[in-house]
């Protein structure tokens, strides 16, 4: 079955650790792999996207995903996390017309 | 300012109500989505609309109908929902469906069934 894992439910950090979130897939077909957060109060906003080409993306606030075809997986990372960085942080992959998302991971950023 | 506006914002509703969700985008869209956002699961989509076709309904029950009267506006009807359908439901559009489209979210509607 298509899927989206990440496995981690809540993180907890102190300011100025590094961060990363991992996500894996299940579809053998071409991917297109999203990330978004949504900041308390706020919609879903888009973070980073891969779609082709180098598997390193960067994103907006530091953000940064690599696209590992071989293991499934897009893990989202950032060297040092801010308070303002506390979120809950949502995976997406695009399988053909369908847009899948994982279960999000909680973002707990501690000043 | 995402372009994708929701109303209303709060929406409480007893079993035996009849209510409607809007959904507006101002982006240029042609792909129109609903999802249910539920605690701890996965965004689960609902209805897709392309160029106002309905092209997928992940068997949602009949207690929830979608009406696309053109490419800026989407609605969700609802009738006679149950406790379980209580969740913030959100609206998202994309310049088309899929491949490397990004969706992009409206602040969704948090829904209580008492």
């Known amino acids: 079955a298509q899927s989206v894992s990440q496995h981690n439910h809540h993180v907890i950090l102190s300011e100025a650790a590094s961060l990363e979130l991992g996500c894996n897939y299940s579809?053998?077909?071409?991917?297109?792999l999203f990330w978004y957060v949504q900041y308390p109060g706020q919609h879903l906003q888009l973070l980073l996207k891969?779609?082709?080409?180098?598997?390193l993306v960067k994103g907006i606030k530091g953000f940064e995903a690599e696209f590992i075809k071989s293991k499934f997986s897009f893990n989202l990372r950032k060297p040092s996390v801010q308070w303002s960085d506390t979120a809950e942080y949502f995976c997406a992959v695009n399988m053909g017309n369908d847009m899948r998302f994982g279960a999000g991971t909680r973002l707990t950023v501690k000043p | 300012e995402t372009g994708v506006t929701q109303t209303p914002r709060h929406l409480v509703m007893g079993m035996t109500n009849k209510k409607s969700l809007k959904c507006e985008q101002h982006?240029?869209?042609?792909?129109m989505y609903w999802y249910k956002q539920s605690a701890k699961k996965p965004l689960e989509l609902m209805f897709v609309y392309s160029l106002e076709e309905r092209v997928e309904n992940n068997s949602v029950p009949s207690r929830f109908s979608p009406e696309c009267p053109n490419s800026s506006h989407l609605f969700l009807h609802l009738h006679t929902l149950q406790p379980e359908d209580s969740a913030l439901y959100l609206c998202a559009s994309s310049l088309r469906r899929g491949g490397y489209n990004e969706q992009f979210f409206g602040p969704g509607t948090r829904l209580t069934v008492l």
């Open positions: 982006l240029g869209h042609n792909a």
């Open positions: 579809y053998g077909g071409t991917v297109n």
């Open positions: 891969y779609f082709s080409g180098d598997p």
